[in-house]
């Protein structure tokens, strides 16, 4: 007997279901505010050396502030004031003639600097001057919180196949929102450092436990569905981050805000059931089977209620012993599991890395700040609703292959096309950031009904952890551009061929019952 059986029978999409994904959809809001938080919290305003230890007493103090920035900070090529250099002496001279400035001499900023406030109040690059000889500080910022990440998702995943799903969401709600609200009140660049990591750590557990809950609770019809609106869940936060971080312009207050909703997802967890999958994996057939009644009830299929007995439940898995322990080695120790880990491994950091590529390189809006992040995420939306319609249409795998082809298509297109198509390339640059989402969004659902019941967190936080690591390769591909100013493109367009040819070789999941086992994975035919 399959667990699906016992789905159709009790509905496998009603109330109850719904329920779970509402729940999710609270606690994931967050998320991509995290991911993207570093956008506002460690932008670098204008600024400029602070020149009051250039006051005389005499004629510097009588100067208006314009006339101090000439006299004091030497200009670049742009004609804006230097951001890291001043005079060592006022040059009052250059208030006749300011382009004699040659041979004059300059030293670094000796106490410390002015920033423009115009657009933000505060950020930590401002608070602990992470500009100049210190700017590498400012990047290291979204690194640490990205290993933070990387580490988290190998610990929840197998905490979560361990202890459950339901307990595991509530610590990663706990600590997420103490660790990142901890960080808003940080007295020092190393404090908040620690603590982004370990917001990292934390939140990855959202992730990971309340897509495995949704997944593991909906029918085989419905589990698209699920996937999407998980997907979608992360758009949403996306645009509704851009309307807070216009609003909200001091960094502290930025952090609260964005972590805020953490508060209402402890607040509903009460109502998130366990998984019934995992309960019955291992072992703990009566707490099934209370989740079970609960989720009749819940679907108006009381009547079918004395037909879940724990008799009953205990033939779902009858292969593998129970109360067993599983842990990353189990995703290694058979030969179709190491095929699998292997190739969606391989999926998951090609996605990543061409995602965040693009989405990093995306140039010519033109927009402010507030204006591209609301744009970038907007184009996810259409995106993510043709995945819905092509999941089913034409399957997983060829969604997923169809995907990473045409963002590969899109950016062999912009490294034929001459730069000052300046336009049509930022379109082409849109189109590929659309395929990208759309690939990501599958490669979520289908990797978590690839892999079985027992070694569902597991397998999705090793993927979790080789996308993270992707997503810290990325920034760096862009570097290349100094070797050849096309060869960040030329990877990003080969780690999407390779991602795609990757996809090919897995298995579809289309209108498949999820695996429980090791051995339903090497007993398969596929």
Known sequence: MRFENILTDINGFGRF????????????????????????????????????????????????????????????????????????????????????????????????????HSTFKSTITSQWDLVCDRRGKNKATATIFFIGVMFGALTFGGLSDRFGRRIMLLVSYVFAMLFAVTSAFSSSYVMFAVLRFFTGFSITGIILVSTAISVEWVDVEHRKLVGVVDSLSWTFGNILFAAIGYFVTDWRWLVVSVTSPLIAAIVSWRWMPESARWLIANGKLEQAQVYLKRCATVNQREKLIHSLKTETLSTIVVTEKRNRTYSYIDLIRTPKMRKLVLSTGIVWFCVATTLYGISFNI?????????????????????????????????????????????????????????????????????????????????????????????????????????????????????????WRDLPQVVLCSAAVLGAIVARTLAETRNKCLAETIEDIEGSSS
Not at 434 to 441: D, E, P, T
Not at 454 to 462: A, E, F, K, S, T
Request: charge should be neutral.
């Open 17 to 116: 279901q719904i329920t779970i994904i509402a729940i999710s959809f609270l606690g994931r809001f967050t998320l991509p505010c995290h991911f993207m938080l570093n956008n506002f919290i460690a932008a670098v305003p204008s600024h400029h050396c602070d020149i009051s230890s250039l006051d005389d007493g005499g004629i510097f103090r009588n100067l208006s502030q314009a006339e101090k920035l000439i006299v004091g900070v030497p200009v670049q090529e742009d004609g804006t004031p230097s951001s890291c250099q001043m005079f060592t002496e006022p040059q009052y001279h250059l208030l006749r003639n300011s382009s004699n400035v040659a041979d004059l001499p300059t030293v670094s900023c000796q106490n410390g600097w002015v920033y423009d």
């Open 363 to 483: 140039t010519g809006f033109k927009l402010n700040i507030y204006l591209t992040q609301f744009t970038y995420a907007v184009i996810e939306i259409p995106a993510k609703l043709c995945v819905y319609y092509l999941l089913d249409k034409i399957g997983r795998r060829c969604t997923e292959v169809g995907s990473l082809l045409m963002v590969a298509a899109c950016l062999g297109i912009n490294i034929m096309v001459p730069k000052d198509m300046s336009v049509f390339r930022t379109v082409v640059a849109v189109v590929g950031k659309g395929f990208s989402s759309a690939s990501f969004s599958t490669i979520v659902l289908y990797s978590s009904e690839l892999y079985p019941t027992v070694l569902r967190q597991n397998g999705m936080g090793y993927n979790s952890f080789m996308a993270r690591l992707g997503v810290a390769v990325a920034p760096f591909t862009l570097l290349l551009d100094d070797v």
